[in-house]
């Protein structure tokens, strides 16, 4: 029986709702006009259809808004409930249902994909090469030729049949692991695993599974549905714009086939910052959801990746998990940033919209201000003055020695004889007169707890973690 959206509300990770408080901001509406008015100069100077943004912060949709136009000869105006191919978002879903088959049990991910798809025997990069895993195909690392064929020049995708054809005649050009490539035919495969590990197809497996847990009733699979924005090409010399085709992508689907909306994809934007029991809207675990959020392969130059589905890359000092797409007339993009639990949606309908750099932004507009004002203030310990008894010299008995020093009403520890003194270890205070470890980077004990230990009134040993070292002045 399929489960209301009226009931899914009251259900955990249930709060999917505009957030009236967010949007009273003054910072966050600043933000908002200021976007518009450069995303209406965007479309005006670069003559684009359409584009339609959303904002997302945890389990609320703060700002959604269109641009434009969904059908520019019928004038029909862009909105949040406009739909899209989504392309290569698809890839998301695909990998969201693997993660529930593997939560289930019915799946590990360093299976073989010949596991459950005998058939899958395509000719390998060398000789000795291992067989291709359920992991590889959903990071983009099993060296698999991009795509099944010549669907994006003929528009004619595959079947099943067509995709096991191809395999048979084919050779990876890559062994496994051995570098980050991008391979639709990769998820295509990994859709078919679903549908041979659940007994359905895909399509049904995600309507089932994920769009009715979620309330996404405005998404499909490879339907030309009313209320789909018009596609539009690349923007011709003369300044005309061809209309695109509606393509079925047939058996690719699990890589290309999704249409949704901006409202939907908040939906599922926000089901990746759940944090509860498995049921309802929380679709995975928290340790899967975990892992697909974490990078598993890296592009060679090292500036991006990919985890489980998602994207992961990084933006000065911001790191962005989400993912593009690409379709005749639409161009898609998501980002999100994990720790505020703020994600942006974009998406347009002209293939020269270039969506990842209006989602990035986005993200530094209106996401940065949805992510200042519902910042929790952090729990602060008063400075006591007495902690300067701490500052001094620490020596453990293999004769590494340690620095904690006192600055302005906090204590930070340094290696003296370290190479890096403008980058000490903040001990943070959290009380009953014990402190925290924070360091940027993860070779230390960050996150310890630090501890001192006194006798006759005078400071004698820290702790730091298991370890500890002697007061020596």
């Known amino acids: 029986m399929r489960l209301t959206f009226a009931i899914l509300l009251t259900l955990l990770c249930a709060r999917f709702s505009p957030a009236a408080g967010l949007n009273d901001d003054p910072d966050v509406a600043a933000a908002e006009r200021f976007f518009s008015t450069w995303m209406q100069g965007q479309l005006a100077y670069r003559n684009l259809p359409g584009i339609a943004v959303g904002v997302v912060q945890d389990q609320k949709l703060v700002w959604a808004q269109g641009f434009g136009f969904a059908d520019v000869a019928a004038k029909t105006p862009m909105t949040p409930e406009t739909k899209f191919r989504m392309a290569s978002h698809s890839k998301l879903f695909t990998a969201t249902a693997v993660m529930q ?219 962005y998990v989400g993912h593009g797409g690409s379709y005749f007339g639409y161009k898609t993009q998501t980002l999100m940033q994990m720790e505020p639990k703020v994600g942006v949606i974009v998406l347009t309908n002209a293939d020269d919209s270039n969506p990842r750099d209006i989602a990035v932004h986005l993200m530094q507009s209106v996401g940065e201000a949805v992510a200042k004002a519902s910042m929790k203030p952090p729990v602060m310990v008063t400075w006591d003055p007495t902690w300067s008894r701490f500052a001094g010299t620490y020596k453990s008995k293999i004769g590494g020695e340690v620095k904690v020093i006192e600055m302005n009403h906090y204590l930070v520890s340094i290696d003296p004889s370290g190479p890096f003194p403008e980058h000490p270890t903040k001990l943070q205070p959290i009380g009953n007169g014990l402190f925290k470890v924070e360091a940027a980077t993860g070779g230390g004990p960050v996150g310890e707890t630090v501890r001192f230990i006194e006798e006759n009134g005078k400071v004698v040993r820290m702790y730091t973690g298991g370890s500890y070292s002697d007061r020596v002045n």
Request: hydrophobic residues 40%.
């Open 101 to 319: 088959l593997r939560d289930a049990g019915k799946i590990h991910l360093d299976d073989t994909v010949a596991t459950y798809l005998p058939w899958f025997q395509i000719r390998t990069a060398n000789a000795n090469d291992p067989a291709i895993t359920i992991e590889e195909l959903l990071t983009h690392s099993a060296g698999l030729p991009r795509e099944a064929g010549s669907h994006w020049s003929d528009l004619t995708f595959p079947d099943e049949d067509g995709v096991k054809a191809f395999i048979e005649s084919h050779q990876a050009p890559y062994a496994p692991e051995i570098r980050w490539k991008y391979s639709n035919l990769g998820f295509t495969i990994a859709g078919l695993v679903v549908e041979k590990v659940s007994g359905e197809k895909w399509a049904a497996y995600v309507q089932q599974h994920i769009f009715d847990p979620l309330g996404m009733t405005s998404s499909s699979v490879d339907k030309d549905v009313e209320g789909l924005a018009t596609g539009y090409g690349e923007r011709m010399p003369d300044g005309t714009r061809a209309k695109m085709p509606f393509v079925d992508a047939k058996a690719m689907a699990a890589a290309t086939g999704i249409t949704s909306n901006v409202d939907d994809m908040a939906k599922f934007v926000s089901s990746q910052f759940c944090d509860g029991k498995v049921g309802g809207t929380q679709l995975l675990s928290i340790g899967a959801l975990r892992q697909m959020h974490r990078v598993r392969v890296l592009e060679n130059n090292w500036l991006s990746g990919n985890a489980i589905g998602f994207a992961v890359s990084k933006e000065g000092d911001k790191i």
